[in-house]
């Protein structure tokens, strides 16, 4: 087979900066250790999210211009709320700023306390959402799912059976909606299998409990589905996401991943009631029913996104670059998280720095040490973002200690991900001497945005 090239030329360039190693450490110290507080611009390969850092096609571009910005009943609406219904065969669509505020409106409107939603793994800001209505965020997922070594074709499923014991034990009445994150973002981009999705909403048809998509990435799952699940690979991107939709009642989505903008999300609903409540929330806090928080250039953009998302050469060439890096880390003896993700690759911390345990951070000593030593830009998934106190104070630590290095769509070419893996060879070769971290700072709430560190 020849090598699966970019489906796409490029038209339109933007500069990266070098900096020195010397600049660099300094920048760190001044950052506290924390990617999140460096200016992009100190950064030489940005691999923090692939979250609103897409490269926009000329078609989206034309389609900003397009865009009609009357403040209700705008033409670009209508093109936005046709695209994402033809995907998602919802009633109601509801656009929002981006995905955070979608999701803050679901969850002032069914969360609250006693109550509980249930995820095959929140990521940090449905986390947060969820809690901040004083209900509690539970996560389900495989056992499977927990073993970063262990080779499986879906190991962002949800775990039915535990997921059943629960529903008994805290009983039906108190879990006002049950999620389901494709891919499975925190659990290292991992799909979940149509199986899964029905068998998972046979569940909660059982208990009258309905069944969200938290939907950034589900063309991404879409294609690993047609790939890897028997009965797909004759269905087109579309066919499989329109039944992976079927199966919900609602649908949260970040359009900064899967509809390839930089700005953007939804709500989608088909419950009457449930959507005249959202929107009347949404005047309140992103805008009127037809714009949500916004443009109608955004809105444009999306609409063309998501059509283009779908296209097989994009998603081909999408999943192998993934792949690509991930392959190379492999080789070169690099725990990674198998097998690679769609959006990302993420390190296994743990057994990168065996000798650093997880209530000194690994996940960050990698972090700071792949920006020290290659201006590389990753992010930390582990103790650092999900970690949280015990009544004694003592840290208690998710299952996994993770580097995430997620690539942005369409920006970056193959040369920066050779640079990438070697910078990760490097640092992997002497990781004898990285340290671990402690926090001399932190929020109440998402402390990995703004928290400070020292090495110890
Ligand atoms: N759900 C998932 C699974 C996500 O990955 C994100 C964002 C959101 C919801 C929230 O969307 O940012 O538009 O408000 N994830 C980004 C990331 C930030 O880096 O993975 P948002």
Redesign the pocket.
Known sequence: MKTIIEPFKIKSVEPIRFTTQKERTRILKEAYYNPFLIRAEDVLIDL?????TAAMSAKQWAGMMEGDESYAGARSFFRFEAAVKKITGMKFIIPTH????A?KIIFTLIGGKGKYIPNNTH?D??RANVEFSGAEAVDFPTEEGKQPEVIAPFKGDMDIPALENFIKKTGAKNIPACFI?VTN?SGGGQPVSMKNIRDTKTLLRKYNIPLFL?A??FAENAFFIKKRERGYADKSPLQIAQEMFSYADGV?M?A??DAIVNMG?FLALNDDTLATNARNLLIITEGFPTYGGLSGRDLEAIAQGLEEVLDEHYLTYRLRSVEYLGNKLTDAGVPILQPPGGHAIYIDAKNFLPHIPPNQYPGQAIVAELYQAGGIRS?EIGSVMFGKYGKDGKLISPPMELVRL?IPRRVYTQSHIDYVSEVVIEVFQRRNTLKGYKITYEAPQLRHFTAHFKMM
Do not use: I, P
């Open positions: 923090l999210t692939d979250s609103g981006q995905g955070r505020a999701e990521f800001t449905t994150t973002n938290d950034c990435r949260t970040s900064k991943k999300g992010v997620a």
